[in-house]
Structures are given as C-alpha cells and as structure tokens.
C-alpha cells in the first residue's frame, strides 16, 4: 500500500482527542513513506492530518471541487492539489489515487465517502483495505448498527469482514497492510460480546 485516502471532517469536533488523532495519523502515514490522499481542505480534521503528513515530509495529494475549494479554502501547500468540477469528479480521482481507505470521526460526507468505497468492494469495483480509526469509541454506535444488519441478515459476514477497525493510526495502517488479521479477530465479534 503506497497510498491511502483519508475520509474524516471539515470540522475538529467538541473533543482536542479528535484533532489529536488526525495529526498521529497523518504522521504515521509519512513514517511509512505512504502518500497521503485526502479532499484538499485547510479546515477541521482534515487539515490536522494534511498538516502532519506535510510536517513528516510525507506526500500529500487533495483533491477539491470549484465550490469546496471557496468555502473550505483549499490547502495550497500540498505536493500535489486538484481542482475538479463537481463531487463525483471528487471521489472517483481520489479512489483511483488510493490503494486504501481510511475512515477518521467526521459527520455525513465521511459516511458517505466511507459507505461509497464499501459499497464498491462489495460489487467488485476493487479490492483495496479498508479501515476504521475509531477515536475514543466515535464509532462505536455505527459499529453496533452494523452487527445488528448481520445479524438481522441485511448484510453477510463476507462484506462486513474487509472493514479493519483500530483506535491507533499505525496499528490500523499496518493491519491494513497486512489484510489478514481481519479474519482471525472480526470486530462484530466484538461487538456481540459487549
């Protein structure tokens, strides 16, 4: 894994753990020398993990819309940033510059980029990593939701078992790296037990 998109909020949150989060990740992808991808703001979680990626002499490549790069006020001090037209030219450059895909605490665009790459394994548009930072149990609520779909039969176990999930940024890059620790302890397992 070379690269990783990076999906968390244009805002920082109520909570510095949040913000503290994004920079160790951000740090811990220019440690691995991986290149970060994410959506080109200045603004939230966002620029937190841009910042520290950048500060780690790692590599980062944003992508932004016309619109989005206004009002976010696009980040101009990146390796590499693309202004595009609209949100699907936005996700499509941004999954094809990744060969993983990273979820931090963010609100209904993180879900839905989240839920959209999923998706895509799902119906074999690509077989990249996934994985889930959940900081201070963010997602916790999310996680149990999902094990309630497999067991209600909306969702197969098979589909559910790509998603890593981590509370430390380089544990979760090196099990994503790895792919197959997922198998062997599941995090609806998890979720069942509690």
Request: hydrophobic residues 40%; charged residues 20%.
């Amino acid at each position: 894994m070379h690269s990783v998109c990076v999906y968390c909020g244009s805002r920082a949150g109520t909570d510095p753990v949040y913000t503290e989060a994004a920079t160790a990740m951000g740090r811990a992808i220019a440690h691995r020398a991986m290149t970060l991808i994410y959506g080109g703001g200045s603004v939230g979680l966002m620029h937190a993990t841009a910042e520290a990626a950048l500060a780690g002499g790692g590599r980062v490549v944003g992508v932004i819309t016309e619109l989005l790069m206004q009002r976010e006020v696009g980040h101009t001090g990146l390796s590499e940033l693309h202004i595009v037209e609209n949100m699907h030219q936005r996700k499509k450059m941004m999954a094809d510059y990744a060969d993983g895909f990273i979820a931090l605490p963010g609100g209904l665009g993180t879900l839905e980029e989240l839920f959209e790459v999923w998706t895509w394994r799902q119906l074999g548009y690509h077989n990249k990593p996934i994985g889930l930072l959940n900081v201070q149990g963010y997602y916790d609520p999310l996680l149990d939701f999902l094990a309630q779909s497999r067991e209600q039969g909306f969702v197969r176990t098979e589909v559910l078992a790509p998603l890593v999930v981590e509370t430390d940024p380089g544990r979760l890059l090196d099990r994503m790296v790895g792919s197959q620790p997922v198998q062997d302890d599941p995090w609806w397992r998890m979720r069942e037990a509690i």
